[in-house]
């Protein structure tokens, strides 16, 4: 590849949203470039969803994203639905199923989202350059350059598409958001999103026993009106050796800031009233009581943390009667910390949207430069709607260039 090579479009990053955005642009007739420093494309894609990679959500909207700005994703994700990327799927004739709640899943493997995606970059003529080590991104004139370890691209656009933080073993860094502090872009403080959380406090000693319990509950996490708000889930919670994970928890990771507490409703949807009536339980003891709606060993591990272990459930008084059904319907622990980037799935915060154009991606104060995927302030839910805003994003970005 000639040193002067010249493109419409170089985009860095090739994962789901470098990939999907440099297909787009190529089909569009658009001259585009890919770098990317790994040997071997999309690996994130390959290790998600188990290896099946939960390519979208069927209901993915905008409630299923957190950002600063709440409102900044709804251009990106009414132009590229779900239903667009399912279309696609099943042109590549790629078997999927729905496993709960929209999730869609690879019926084989994830591998065939990668091939999908490189199949759609051949079609358009998109250039592969990779493994290559980015040295520098600068402006010249009405052009950007790019200096790579092998050579010197330049382009009318640059697409940065590099992700974010989490699983640093397989090569993420924090490139994406230096360079848009390079180029005097704010960008929002970041932390792990989608996460399991560690448990340290004496507060929660009795769980350690308890690892391999699991069941659904209602999670609440942050707060209503501060940063992104508060995330309330119906999900299932796993208690582990290191803390607490399961679907709940990281959901509620993502919303969650160091300091602050979880509140838990172990109950879910039972009503407590009706659960802990003199007339249902009788004779029982609490832990019994508690078994009604709890695993059994949880059941006993409350019963135990409140002191009322081998008691009546008919002996109890008002007051402790009330201490169980609080406990039961809110309780609230305040985790030491998540598991880091190593087990986080996501990350949240990026580049501040605020910088960004939201029917393009593009850099207001910086023509020519574009953010897409993760490395933006815009993160998902679990359940697809991570992927579905890269497409989303990706589209919008590719649709765009000039």
């Known amino acids: 590849m000639s040193g002067n090579s010249e493109f419409d479009a170089i985009v860095l990053g090739a994962g789901a949203a470098g990939l999907f955005c440099a297909s787009v642009a190529g089909q569009r007739g658009r001259r585009v470039l890919v770098i990317d420093h790994a040997e071997k494309l999309g690996e994130k894609i390959r290790i998600s969803g188990g290896g099946r990679c939960n390519f979208t959500n069927r209901d993915t909207r905008i409630e299923n994203m957190l ?59 998109v250039q592969l350059c990779h493994p290559v080590v980015i040295e520098g991104v600068h402006r010249e004139g009405s052009f950007w350059r790019v200096q790579t ?32 502090k390079s180029f005097s872009l704010s960008v929002t403080p970041v932390r ?34 501060e940063r992104y708000g508060r995330g309330e889930f119906d999900e299932d919670l796993l208690v582990t050796h290191k803390g607490l994970s399961g679907p709940a928890i990281l959901q509620a990771s993502s919303y969650w800031v160091e300091g602050e507490e979880l509140e838990v409703n172990w109950l879910g949807h039972h009503d407590p009233a009706s659960l802990l009536s003199e007339r249902e339980l009788g004779a029982r003891s609490v832990e019994q009581a508690l078994a009604l709606a709890l695993p059994e060993r949880l059941a006993q591990g409350f019963a135990q943390k409140l002191g009322l272990a081998g008691r009546r459930w008919a002996e109890l008084g008002r007051a402790d009667r009330q201490r169980v059904q609080h406990v039961l319907v809110a309780w609230r622990v305040k985790p030491a910390g998540t598991l880091g980037w190593k087990k986080a799935e996501v990350m949240v915060g990026g580049v501040d949207t605020d910088e960004l154009e939201s029917k393009t991606m593009m850099a207001k104060r910086q023509p020519g430069l574009y953010f897409i995927g993760e490395c933006v302030d815009v993160t998902g839910h679990l359940g697809g709607h991570n992927f579905q805003w890269a497409w989303a994003s990706a589209y919008a970005c590719a649709s765009s260039l000039p």
Not at 97 to 124: P, W
Not at 151 to 180: D, I, K, N, Q, Y
Request: glycine share 10%; hydrophobic share 45%; with cysteine.
């Open 67 to 125: 950002s600063l700005n709440p409102h900044f994703a709804k251009s990106a994700l009414s132009r590229y639905t779900p239903k667009n990327f399912i279309d696609l799927v099943k042109s590549h004739r790629i078997g999927f199923h729905e496993k709960h709640r929209g999730q869609l899943f690879c019926n084989d493997s994830a591998t065939q989202i990668v091939r999908m995606l490189l199949a759609e970059c051949e079609k358009g003529a």
């Open 149 to 180: 370890s092998v050579a010197s691209f330049a382009s009318r656009a640059v697409v940065v598409a590099t992700g974010g933080l989490p699983v640093p073993a397989m090569g993420a860094t924090a490139f994406g958001l230096e360079l848009a």
């Open 192 to 225: 792990p999103g989608l996460v399991p959380l560690s448990l340290t406090s004496d507060d929660t000693a009795f769980l350690d026993a308890l690892a391999g319990v699991s069941l659904p509950v209602r999670i609440g996490s942050g707060a209503r009106g």
